[in-house]
């Protein structure tokens, strides 16, 4: 079984910063991109930012500029790095890990449990 944990949410003024992560535990040989969703209340969960185990990065345009995903492949650990945040900002944000290899079962895609982001003064 695969669990991914996301911790480093939390309450931040506007134009301060967080730093989330994303832990991936299991029998895991592999996984081929990793990413940060957000779903703000009343709205869609849409892409923040997503990492292939190569290193390729893409951002919403929302976001451009301000967070930096990273990924420590060894550690299976991914992290967001979030500055200048806006109001606009806060939402839950989800860990994915799209098409992880784990012995003896197919290619799957999983989902963290969320961690809050609440930028506000």
């Known amino acids: 079984q695969v669990q991914l944990v996301e911790s480093g949410g939390g309450l931040v003024q506007p134009g301060g910063s967080l730093r989330l992560s994303c832990v991936a535990s299991g029998s895991i040989f592999s996984i081929y991109a990793m990413g940060w969703y957000r779903q703000a209340p009343g709205k869609q969960r849409e892409l923040v930012a997503a990492?292939?185990?190569?290193?390729?990065?893409n951002y919403a345009d929302s976001v451009k500029g301000r967070f930096t995903i990273s990924r420590d492949n060894a550690k299976n650990t991914m992290y967001l790095q979030m500055n200048s945040l806006k109001p606009e900002d806060t939402a839950v944000y989800y860990c994915?890990?799209?098409?992880?290899?784990?012995?003896?079962?197919?290619?799957?895609?999983?989902w963290g449990q969320g961690t809050q982001v609440t930028v506000s003064s």
């Open positions: 990492i292939t185990g190569g290193g390729r990065t």
């Open positions: 994915n890990a799209d098409k992880v290899l784990v012995a003896g079962r197919p290619l799957g895609d999983y």
